[in-house]
């Protein structure tokens, strides 16, 4: 999910006001990072794919979902 990141902060007497990046995903900011070769980053653009992260992550949390549901008592079990 993009979130912002604090640039900086500037204090004005006892007022201080912060100054955000633009919303930018974590794999956004490791592309644009220098901490990666080129050969890594060509790797990770053949392997990225926001529609199959999205549906595997879908998956997962309904999995989860249904093992908490199987393992509540069934008067306690929570509304879908």
Aim: zero cysteines; a positive charge; proline letters at 8%.
């Amino acid at each position: 999910m993009p979130t912002t990141k604090l640039e900086r902060k500037i204090k004005t007497g006892s007022k201080e006001i912060k100054k955000y990046d633009a919303p930018r995903s974590p794999y956004q900011r490791l592309m644009e990072s220098d901490a990666l070769s080129s050969e890594v980053k060509t790797e990770l653009l053949r392997l990225y794919n926001p529609i199959s992260l999205q549906h595997n992550g879908n998956k997962a949390i309904l999995a989860l979902r249904e093992a908490v549901a199987a393992r509540l008592p069934s008067d306690s079990k929570p509304a879908a």
